[in-house]
Each structure stands twice: as structure tokens, then as C-alpha cells.
């Protein structure tokens, strides 16, 4: 059994400079995570679709079922709670949801495709089509394609992508980064480069142009 320890016991025992360490960890996670988070608004959350398409006619099935079988419903849900979140996916008339570039279940290439939308009640029936919307997909996008830069300089470039990890290199230098801004240091001899980020299998380049420091 493990001993409970209290939530101050440790502190006066983490050494300066692991607490500097710390606290660069927490700069970094802010600098990269922070800039791709939504923040909302009061009650905004309430207006998003927390299931998919497949998912919510089960769950009123669900509710319609436990209403005949009281007996199935599990002692720690809330029914009367659960019942009225129900009710609420039926009448909303507005809101959000976020869509992953899937379609069946099944990642969609890249490129171009047209999105149309259908509702659909807890009985199964379906609306009417939407009117059509295209998107692009793209598994990694660079905010920039070229950067002018001096030999050596340190340079900056925005790098999106779902993958955990993407690979780079620019000249003779390569590395692994997670996504998010890529901080690189520019070949030290004056010329064109070719910056390569890969995600995956899913490549894409930019154009690193070093020139000559003026005198």
C-alpha cells in the first residue's frame, strides 16, 4: 500500500534547478499548445456536439430503452440528468461540431472535397441536404513556403499537422519536433536550401534563401 503523502510534503525538497528546468517545461508547453487551443465563452460549450453522427440515434435508443427497462440503468448515471440531455439533442437547432477529414469511418485522402449536411432525429429520419461546401484537406501545411534569412540566423516557421511528430532538415542539419512553430538555426554558407518536413510520409517544403551578412 502506498502512503498518502500531503500535497506540500515535497516541495521545499525539489532542487533550484529542477524547478528551473519545471518551469521551461511549462513555458514550452505553453508557446506550442496554447496557440492551437479554442477557448469558449460562457455557455458555449453547451451549444457543441459532444457525439458523432452514428453515436447520437444510439444513445436515444438507449434512452427510449431504459425507459421500458429501468432495471439496465446503471445506479451511478443520473437518470432524471440523463434524460434531460436527451431531450435537449432532439430539440437543439443550433450549434458546432467537428469533423476529422473522415468519411465511413475512413480517413479521407487530400485534397479537395465537397461536405454536405443532413440531420437526423433519435427516430432515424433524415432532413433535408444542406447546400455544399468545399474544404481542403491536408495532412501537413507550412505557413510559409520561403524564408530569407542570413548564414546561421535562427528562423521560425509554422508547421500543422494532427502527427505527434515531424521529421525535418534543412541543409546538412535534420531533427524531430513536435508540431507547431519549428525553431531552426539557417546553414552557415550563403545559398538556396531546401527545408523538408515530413509527417508521416506526408511531405512538404519551403524554400530557405541564406544570404551573404552585408558588411
Do not use: C
Request: proline share 8%; glycine share 10%.
Amino acid at each position: 500500500m502506498g502512503e498518502n503523502v500531503p500535497n506540500d510534503a515535497a516541495s521545499d525538497d525539489i532542487p533550484p534547478e529542477s524547478i528551473v528546468a519545471i518551469d521551461a517545461a511549462f513555458a514550452a508547453f505553453d508557446e506550442h499548445l496554447l496557440p492551437h487551443l479554442k477557448l469558449y465563452g460562457p455557455g458555449e460549450h453547451r451549444a457543441r456536439v459532444r457525439m458523432g453522427d452514428v453515436s447520437e440515434p444510439f444513445v436515444g435508443k438507449v434512452a427510449d430503452y431504459v425507459e421500458t427497462h429501468p432495471e439496465f440503468m446503471p445506479s451511478y448515471v443520473d437518470k432524471p440528468a440523463f434524460q434531460r440531455a436527451v431531450r435537449r439533442l432532439g430539440t437543439r437547432t443550433t450549434g458546432t461540431m467537428d469533423w476529422f477529414g473522415t468519411a465511413g469511418g475512413e480517413p479521407l485522402p487530400e485534397g479537395l472535397h465537397t461536405l454536405r449536411l443532413v440531420a437526423r432525429d433519435l427516430a432515424g429520419n433524415l432532413g433535408p441536404r444542406s447546400g455544399s461546401r468545399t474544404v481542403r484537406i491536408r495532412f501537413l501545411a507550412l505557413g510559409r513556403d520561403r524564408i530569407v534569412t542570413e548564414p546561421g540566423e535562427r528562423l521560425a516557421i509554422l508547421a500543422i499537422s494532427q502527427a505527434r511528430r515531424l521529421r525535418w532538415s534543412l541543409g546538412a542539419r535534420s531533427g524531430v519536433a513536435p508540431p507547431g512553430t519549428l525553431r531552426l538555426r539557417a546553414p552557415d554558407k550563403p545559398g538556396r536550401y531546401v527545408l523538408r518536413v515530413d509527417a508521416n510520409g506526408h511531405v512538404r517544403r519551403a524554400v530557405v534563401v541564406v544570404r551573404a551578412a552585408p558588411r
